[in-house]
């Protein structure tokens, strides 16, 4: 059924594509694309999107996204996907994001505005453009900020977004603040959260919010921007349910900046994550934690000519600044304490085949398991603190 469900979107995204420019004529302001990719992942040891051990090609993605320009100040854009990613995705079709946006002040230089519906979450630099592949600088991700795993939770959410875009004489400024309701229907955020998949659910009804600015010099030469926010979940129980009730707050601080100079690019990151929560079991006191974590990043991508680039990266991951190398966790809970740090090298190259064909490839050497999924590394006494992720991707865009 899910090779049947992937072919039929599959046809419709090529037969709908081709017919874009067909609908940009009657409509003026219709812009219709789509994309395909498929990826191939081989691990040495642990699993990754799929039975990597062995070889995977459960990590696809097909799309499908719009805009409308009814008005110089009214527009609406869309898009929806069909992945597959292990465990960690089920391959069923989803809206990404779907808002409309109102530009209530525009000038020569400056725009503001407001948008309303499933938006775009302004975190980190990345983050606007990891849906499609040919607009991420890697097949995966930095994972120590970008978890593939909880994509859905990262990518987007519901609410409303006010947005201010000011332009000088050689520079500009991007400030968006979002008020939003999470979206937590990731197979793996409860396992990640809880070590348990649970019989209830997690929500995110209480307040949250994301604010970021970004400054750019120089036609982008130069990027520099500030996220943070607050996003709060609760865990609604089942009937008779071990788990009474639970909450997590999650403040993330990202700090990031790029240089991109003709033939080479510098990029990095670095994130602050304060994280508190409680839980309440039957038959047991109230638990309750606060925890400090840190990642960062640095990437150095080369373009080699107009259709070659490589590109090198380190990516780190610790959960708990107070417990770096996790021993007070393996002491306290049993678990693995390589589960709380990941240190990856990764070594990639891209081929943009054609302007609508890329190709590429990366292999991550990698220093523990932070960033792994439970579900697809159920019993963590298999799990091994040094491996190796080798990884393939061929994309169509329309």
Same mark, same amino acid.
């Given at each position: 059924?899910?090779?049947?469900?992937?072919?039929?979107?599959?046809?419709?995204?090529?037969?709908?594509?081709?017919?874009? /420019?067909?609908?940009?004529?009657?409509?003026?302001?219709?812009?219709? $694309?789509?994309?395909?990719?498929?990826?191939?992942?081989?691990?040495?040891?642990?699993?990754?999107?799929?039975?990597?051990?062995?070889?995977?090609?459960?990590?696809?993605?097909?799309?499908? +996204?719009?805009?409308?320009?009814?008005?110089?100040?009214?527009?609406?854009?869309?898009?929806?996907?069909?992945?597959?990613?292990?465990?960690?995705?089920?391959?069923?079709?989803?809206?990404?994001?779907?808002?409309?946006?109102?530009?209530?002040?525009?000038?020569?230089?400056?725009?503001?505005?407001?948008?309303?519906?499933?938006?775009?979450?302004?975190?980190?630099?990345?983050?606007?453009?990891?849906?499609?592949?040919?607009?991420?600088?890697?097949?995966?991700?930095?994972?120590?900020?970008?978890?593939?795993?909880?994509?859905?939770?990262?990518?987007?959410?519901?609410?409303?977004?006010?947005? @201010?875009?000011?332009?000088?004489?050689?520079?500009?400024?991007?400030?968006?603040?979002?008020?939003?309701?999470?979206?937590?229907?990731?197979?793996?955020?409860?396992?990640?959260?809880?070590?348990?998949? @649970?019989?209830?659910?997690?929500?995110?009804?209480?307040?949250?919010?994301?604010?970021?600015?970004?400054? +750019?010099?120089?036609?982008?030469?130069?990027?520099?921007?500030?996220?943070?926010?607050?996003?709060?979940?609760?865990?609604?129980?089942?009937?008779?349910?071990?788990?009474?009730?639970?909450?997590?707050?999650?403040?993330?601080?990202?700090?990031?900046?790029?240089?991109?100079?003709?033939?080479?690019?510098?990029?990095?990151?670095?994130?602050?994550?304060?994280?508190?929560?409680?839980?309440?079991?039957? =038959?047991?006191?109230?638990?309750? =934690?606060?925890?400090?974590? /840190?990642?960062?990043? *640095?990437?150095?991508?080369?373009?080699?000519?107009?259709?070659?680039?490589?590109? @090198?990266?380190?990516?780190?991951?610790?959960?708990?600044?107070?417990?770096?190398?996790?021993?007070?966790?393996?002491?306290?809970?049993?678990?693995?304490?390589?589960?709380?740090?990941?240190?990856?090298?990764?070594?990639?190259?891209?081929?943009?085949?054609?302007?609508?064909?890329?190709?590429?490839?990366?292999?991550?050497? *990698?220093?523990?398991?932070?960033?792994?999924?439970?579900?697809?590394?159920?019993?963590?006494?298999?799990?091994?603190?040094?491996? $190796?992720?080798?990884?393939?991707?061929? /994309?169509?865009?329309?």
């Amino acid at each position: 059924m899910k090779t049947a469900i992937k072919s039929i979107v599959s046809a419709a995204v090529l037969g709908i594509a081709s017919l874009s /420019s067909a609908l940009a004529d009657d409509f003026g302001k219709l812009q219709v $694309h789509g994309f395909a990719t498929q990826n191939f992942l081989y691990s040495d040891h642990n699993n990754f999107f799929g039975d990597s051990e062995d070889g995977s090609f459960e990590f696809y993605e097909i799309g499908l +996204n719009g805009l409308w320009q009814a008005t110089p100040r009214f527009k609406v854009a869309g898009q929806i996907l069909l992945r597959d990613a292990g465990a960690t995705d089920d391959g069923k079709l989803r809206a990404d994001y779907l808002f409309a946006d109102y530009a209530f002040w525009q000038g020569d230089d400056s725009t503001a505005g407001l948008r309303l519906g499933r938006i775009l979450n302004p975190f980190g630099m990345y983050n606007d453009t990891r849906d499609v592949a040919h607009t991420r600088p890697s097949i995966l991700l930095p994972q120590s900020i970008y978890f593939d795993v909880n994509r859905n939770l990262a990518l987007s959410a519901d609410g409303g977004m006010l947005y @201010l875009q000011k332009e000088f004489a050689n520079s500009g400024i991007d400030l968006q603040l979002f008020k939003l309701k999470p979206r937590t229907r990731d197979p793996d955020l409860e396992p990640a959260l809880f070590f348990a998949d @649970l019989a209830g659910r997690l929500e995110g009804d209480r307040d949250s919010w994301l604010a970021r600015l970004i400054y +750019n010099y120089d036609l982008d030469r130069i990027r520099m921007g500030l996220v943070s926010g607050s996003i709060k979940l609760d865990y609604k129980p089942a009937a008779m349910d071990i788990m009474l009730g639970a909450g997590l707050t999650f403040k993330p601080t990202i700090a990031f900046a790029e240089y991109n100079a003709e033939n080479w690019t510098l990029s990095g990151e670095f994130a602050r994550r304060r994280v508190s929560q409680f839980a309440a079991l039957a =038959g047991a006191p109230e638990v309750q =934690g606060k925890a400090t974590g /840190s990642s960062y990043f *640095v990437q150095y991508t080369r373009r080699l000519n107009s259709d070659w680039e490589a590109y @090198l990266r380190y990516d780190n991951l610790v959960w708990n600044d107070k417990d770096e190398d996790g021993k007070q966790f393996a002491a306290q809970t049993g678990l693995p304490d390589h589960s709380r740090y990941a240190k990856d090298w990764t070594l990639g190259l891209r081929w943009d085949v054609s302007e609508n064909l890329m190709l590429g490839a990366e292999l991550h050497q *990698v220093k523990g398991t932070g960033w792994l999924s439970r579900l697809e590394n159920p019993d963590p006494s298999r799990d091994r603190e040094d491996w $190796h992720l080798f990884a393939f991707s061929a /994309s169509l865009r329309f």
